[in-house]
């Protein structure tokens, strides 16, 4: 309904005057600043794909039945993780571990204590949904901004992702009734975690050309999606993702 | 299915919306929170014809306020992941209300057909401008004769005529017959472009046409600073306040200058959503914008295509059509009788 002129007339709001902020161009991969930033999302990434490997791995002590399947999500993981070390190489960077591990270390966490206890939904909620779909979007945001060799990694891995996710939200949504509520304190416990842990590398995912917002932005795009998907209605979603903003 | 990407009308209205729904997280957020916040699909219809045709549909807030204008990156993010979800849930044809087909011409938008892993479809997105222009069109020529307005003789300013609604509304008073149209905008080389392809049509800046315009059409927003000198408008003169956002009862109130809002529809029965309050509506049951009501009605007639799209592509023939399917599925165009009701009723 509404015109173009209508908005560049009301000059005082006009969104037009945003054109510059538009692509500047990629990062220059060489620089020490580059390298320096890459190094810890580097090691994120490498890490988050180790973990991803172990939890898939003792998801499957938990749902014996599923062991088979969950060992070929984790085999899948082992690959990117090496995927993307050859990233690092490939610039000349020495991915920064110990930071990657401290990192996870709430999430990973939660995880281990949710295991002891035999929680699947939660264990599943943590791994396949939360950390996924975290990924996913976090390597849709990259893919642009990447240098040419780890979007090619990159775009690779994304895919495989999306395998993940479903396998996760399959299971959920099979098991809705049962695992309700466990699967919303799971929501309250770790949903808060992201944010916080997006926020730890928001300075060094700016210099990657990352754009903090769009990353919660598109996560949570992502995140809901997932929640639709297992059965949550429109209301309890929003509450439940609200839990990553204003926690 | 069709579907409506619409928005509230300020940051305050918008938190007070979510308080209502029950989105209180949301309610209790700040603008940053809102910021990051991914687009809902806030309701589901179901709209009857007139003829008796069934239609489901739904309404999805971008969770956009004009206080994120000035966020560039923000703005145009809120736009195309409001019009992936409405990709992603199956709908067939979705409208852009409000600032969002603003933003999305304004920051040429049709290039970033990817988002994320979405490819965005064009063809089930339309701006609705067609519709838009028809009713503005419609409102127009019932007006003004109600005003004692004979439009044979009137002289009709189009304020934003050389844009996509301005120009329809332009070549189809011109086929109509008015007495003269004043064609007025900020760039005159598009203004240029438009008298000469209408070969007619008088270009004036808005100070030399507003003293001699017996109807004015407005399809520009009002820039805040702008300010009528209602001492000079011919009375009668009516006023069709065609822009986002509507502001210009404020502006033009006086004796014999009728101000109605301007593409604005109303249907044949009530619908039952709660969405079409946070647009304000007078009768938020039945009222809604003409650009909303396309995609019902390309829905209804199973046009599955951008109708509306790009710039200054509305034809005559399209306008028809629309105008057609328009009445026949139960819509007509809002009117100063409607809008004299509504001041009288009590308010709920």
């Known amino acids: 309904m509404a015109t173009v002129e209508a908005a560049a007339a009301t000059s005082a709001a006009s969104p037009v005057s945003g054109g510059a902020a538009e692509a500047c161009g990629l990062p220059d991969f060489s620089s020490a600043t580059y390298k320096d930033a890459y190094s810890r999302i580097n090691a994120i990434v490498i890490e988050g794909e180790q973990e991803a490997h172990d939890n898939y791995i003792a998801i499957g002590t938990l749902i014996p039945e599923q062991a088979d399947e969950l060992t070929k999500l984790a085999r899948m993981e082992l690959k990117h993780m090496k995927g993307f070390t050859a990233c690092a190489n490939n610039l000349g960077v020495v991915a920064d571990m110990p930071f990657a591990k401290s990192f996870f270390a709430p999430l990973h966490d939660n995880f281990q204590k949710a295991l002891a206890e035999g929680k699947v939904t939660t264990c599943l909620l943590i791994q396949a949904i939360l950390i996924e779909a975290f990924a996913i979007s976090a390597y849709h945001i990259y893919i642009p901004v990447a240098d040419p060799f780890a979007r090619k990694i990159t775009e690779g891995v994304v895919k495989d992702e999306y395998t993940h996710l479903n396998y996760g939200q399959e299971w959920l949504k099979a098991n809705l009734d049962n695992v309700r509520e466990e699967l919303e304190q799971a929501n309250r416990d770790n949903l808060p975690l992201v944010r916080k842990m997006l926020e730890q590398v928001a300075g060094d995912a700016a210099v990657l050309q990352m754009d903090k917002e769009d990353l919660m932005a598109d996560f949570l795009s992502s995140y809901q999606e997932a929640l639709i998907e297992i059965g949550f209605t429109g209301r309890e979603i929003a509450r439940m993702a609200a839990a990553a903003l204003v926690g | ?348």
């Not at chain 2, 014809?49 to 956009?64: C, E, H, L, N, P």
């Not at chain 2, 195309?80 to 603003?102: H, N, P, V, W």
């Not at chain 2, 404020?250 to 959503?273: M, P």
Request: proline share 3%; with cysteine; charged share 25%.
């Open chain 2, 1 to 348: 299915m069709f579907g409506l990407i619409g928005h509230s009308t300020s940051f305050e209205d918008a938190r007070i919306k979510a308080r209502e729904l029950g989105y209180d997280e949301y309610a209790d957020g700040d603008l940053d929170m809102w910021c990051a916040a991914p687009p809902q699909l806030v309701e589901r219809v179901t709209v009857t014809s007139r003829t008796g045709k069934q239609i489901q549909g739904a309404y999805i807030d971008s969770v956009f306020v004009p206080e994120m204008l000035r966020r560039f990156k923000t703005a145009k993010r809120k736009v195309l992941k409001a019009m992936e979800l409405a990709q992603k849930s199956g709908i067939t044809i979705t409208a852009l209300g409000g600032f969002t087909s603003i933003i999305f011409e304004d920051m040429n938008l049709l290039k970033e057909e990817r988002v994320s892993a979405v490819e965005l479809d064009w063809q089930r997105f339309t701006t609705g401008n067609t519709h838009t222009a028809w009713v503005i069109c419609q409102q127009v020529e019932t007006n003004a004769p109600a005003l004692g307005i004979d439009l044979a003789s009137a002289k009709v300013a189009v304020v934003g005529a050389s844009g996509d609604i301005g120009s329809a509304v332009c070549r189809y008073l011109q086929r109509r017959g008015v007495g003269e149209l004043l064609l007025v905008a900020r760039r005159p080389q598009p203004l240029v472009e438009l008298q000469e392809s209408l070969g007619e049509g008088r270009i004036l800046s808005l100070e030399e046409a507003l003293p001699e315009a017996d109807v004015v059409v407005w399809v520009a927003s009002l820039p805040q600073s702008l300010e009528i000198d209602t001492a000079s408008l011919r009375k009668p003169c009516l006023m069709i306040d065609g822009g986002y956002p509507k502001n210009l009862d404020s502006k033009a109130a006086a004796e014999g200058v009728h101000v109605l809002k301007g593409g604005i529809v109303e249907f044949w029965q009530d619908i039952g959503w709660q969405m079409m309050e946070v647009a304000e509506m007078a009768k938020p049951q039945r009222q809604m914008f003409a650009c909303f009501a396309e995609a019902m009605l390309l829905d209804f007639e199973e046009i599955h295509t951008n109708f509306s799209w790009g710039r200054n592509n509305i034809t005559l023939a399209a306008m028809d059509r629309i105008g057609e399917a328009s009445l026949r599925h139960g819509f007509r165009a809002l009117a100063l009788s409607d809008q004299a009701a509504a001041a009288l009723a009590p308010s709920t």
